[in-house]
């Protein structure tokens, strides 16, 4: 018999969760008005929200932390994260930051003005609104197989070139700043870019003289399915994918609470020497000075070794096995998931398994608080509240697809605690015909609503 796949690590620190009973769980929703992310964390028991920060360190990573240099200037943690930067990605100046929004804020404070234009794939929601929130406009330029749920297309991360193109005809090289490659495309599902599309872009950028920044929060995950599913790239390794992926980048800005395995922290970097001097204000006046920004020592210390976590060794096949075999279990029972599946996280298609609630009643949030009610895992809902108004005609957008996305933190929890999501889903599942009404919005924020929204269910009279 074959010895089956198992973790190549162990655990030796555990942290008690509450299995809360329905009661508890409609008490506390009804009082987070609806919106999961109002919720506290003791009344959650499996917590799918995000991948972001939630990871699992290493034994490696806590020592790391008692080495850190805290001095303000100069600090050898900067250096030593510097030359991991250098080593892994290729750039030679670097910034810390505190996570992945504040190093788009020190980048886009450089390069994006109003009234230009920023395609790349499916932007993630920070990056958005910090385009937005510049008055200029991010152009979704994402194949359309992407929007297929069902499409078994390997790359579904890919930037559609001849709609990249399409806007650099469009509009004159001094309107369009940067292109933003997402790796992985987060809003479509997870989904990877592949090599041969990297190297395309790069090509187009050179065309026509636009530089290409990569959103880099996974990386790794990325690097994995290239080397799973592109030809010619199984005998090489994580790092030299990586290596290859990122000549054809001008820049990077990353969240480290992902793919860096630490629970705060970001990085900026690019091969400008001028980009790394005007952005080094920026930094010095948003984040901190330019050998800290918004970073401990010690946290740049552990992410340092989660960089190298995260490129070597059977990590990525731990992580993926366990995405996998959540979406996997979904899918043998039926239940429509973004396919093929991502790489931090599945995907269900809300519109496809609550077909009876209208997109005008928030159909993903409604399953979303479905599956929290029924066991006590929280997801989060990547559909038309995350989508937001047009800032323009102030109108709900609505996205081609509704997701409740149950995002895998790194290292964290059990294939049993999986069971138990697949299992609450199988249940609403059984009874998706019975659900027929959503929710509608008390109060909204400006920008960035999904945060903060309050709601109410929609109860027919
Ligand atoms: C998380 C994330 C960001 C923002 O990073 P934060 O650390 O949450 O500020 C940006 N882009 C992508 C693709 C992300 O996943």
């Given at each position: 018999m074959d010895l089956p796949f198992a973790e190549n690590y162990k655990i030796k620190m555990v942290e008690p969760i509450y299995r809360s009973t329905r009661e508890e769980r409609e008490n506390w929703i009804d009082q987070a008005h609806y919106n999961l992310f109002n919720l506290k964390s003791d009344q959650v028991f499996v917590?799918?929200?995000?991948?972001?920060?939630?990871?699992?360190?290493?034994?490696?990573?806590?020592?790391?932390?008692?080495?850190?240099?805290?001095?303000?200037?100069?600090?050898?943690?900067?250096?030593?994260?510097?030359?991991?930067?250098?080593?892994?990605?290729?750039?030679?100046?670097?910034?810390?930051?505190?996570?992945?929004?504040?190093?788009?804020?020190?980048?886009?404070?450089?390069?994006?003005?109003?009234?230009?234009?920023?395609?790349?794939?499916?932007?993630?929601?920070?990056?958005?609104?910090?385009?937005?929130?510049?008055?200029?406009?991010?152009?979704?330029?994402?194949?359309d197989e992407a929007f297929d749920t069902n499409g078994m297309h390997p790359f579904k991360g890919n930037i559609d070139i001849s709609k990249l193109k399409a806007v650099l005809n469009e509009h004159p090289k001094e309107q369009v700043p940067m292109i933003i490659v997402t790796l992985t495309c987060n809003s479509s599902g997870g989904q990877p870019v592949s090599m041969a599309n990297l190297r395309e872009i790069r090509q187009v950028a050179d065309q026509y003289q636009i530089p290409v920044i990569f959103d880099s929060a996974r990386f790794a995950?990325?690097?994995?399915?290239?080397?799973?599913?592109?030809?010619?790239?199984q005998d090489r390794s994580i790092r030299e994918i990586v290596s290859e992926m990122y000549q054809y980048a001008d820049g990077m800005t990353m969240s480290s609470k992902k793919d860096g395995i630490v629970?705060?922290?970001?990085?900026?970097?690019?091969?400008?020497?001028?980009?790394?001097?005007?952005?080094?204000?920026?930094?010095?006046?948003?984040?901190?000075?330019?050998?800290?920004?918004?970073?401990?020592?010690?946290?740049?210390?552990?992410?340092?070794?989660?960089?190298?976590?995260?490129?070597?060794?059977?990590?990525?096949?731990?992580?993926?096995?366990?995405?996998?075999?959540?979406?996997?279990?979904?899918?043998?029972?039926?239940?429509?998931?973004?396919?093929?599946?991502?790489?931090?996280?599945?995907?269900v298609d809300a519109k496809r398994f609550l077909s009876r609630v209208s997109?005008?009643?928030?159909?993903?949030?409604?399953?979303?608080?479905?599956?929290?009610?029924?066991?006590?895992?929280?997801?989060?809902?990547?559909?038309?509240?995350?989508?937001?108004?047009?800032?323009?005609?102030?109108?709900?957008?609505?996205?081609?697809?509704?997701?409740?996305?149950?995002?895998?933190?790194r290292r964290t929890y059990t294939n049993n605690h999986m069971d138990v999501v697949a299992a609450g889903l199988k249940n609403i599942f059984d009874r998706r015909d019975s659900i027929a009404r959503g929710f509608q919005i008390v109060e909204e924020a400006p920008i960035m609503r999904h945060f903060t929204v309050k709601l109410e269910p929609i109860n027919d009279q």
């Open positions: 917590d799918l929200l995000t991948d972001s920060g939630t990871g699992a360190m290493s034994d490696r990573q806590w020592a790391a932390l008692m080495t850190g240099d805290e001095s303000y200037a100069g600090s050898s943690s900067y250096f030593h994260l510097k030359e991991k930067v250098k080593e892994i990605f290729g750039f030679d100046y670097f910034l810390p930051v505190h996570q992945g929004r504040a190093a788009e804020n020190v980048l886009f404070s450089v390069l994006v003005k109003a009234g230009q234009l920023v395609p790349g794939n499916s932007h993630f929601d920070t990056t958005k609104g910090h385009i937005e929130f510049r008055k200029a406009t991010a152009v979704d330029c994402t194949i995950e990325n690097a994995w399915f290239i080397q799973s599913r592109e030809p010619g790239y629970n705060i922290g970001g990085i900026l970097a690019m091969r400008s020497k001028a980009w790394y001097e005007q952005a080094s204000v920026y930094n010095i006046l948003f984040e901190g000075f330019v050998t800290y920004g918004g970073m401990a020592g010690r946290d740049m210390n552990a992410l340092a070794v989660g960089l190298d976590e995260v490129t070597s060794g059977v990590y990525l096949e731990n992580r993926i096995r366990q995405v996998h075999y959540l979406g996997n279990k979904l899918i043998d029972m039926g239940i429509p998931v973004q396919k093929p599946l991502g790489g931090h996280a599945v995907f997109k005008e009643e928030f159909v993903a949030q409604t399953l979303a608080i479905e599956l929290y009610l029924e066991a006590g895992v929280r997801g989060v809902e990547v559909g038309t509240l995350l989508a937001d108004r047009d800032p323009q005609t102030k109108e709900n957008r609505y996205p081609k697809l509704e997701f409740l996305r149950l995002a895998i933190p």
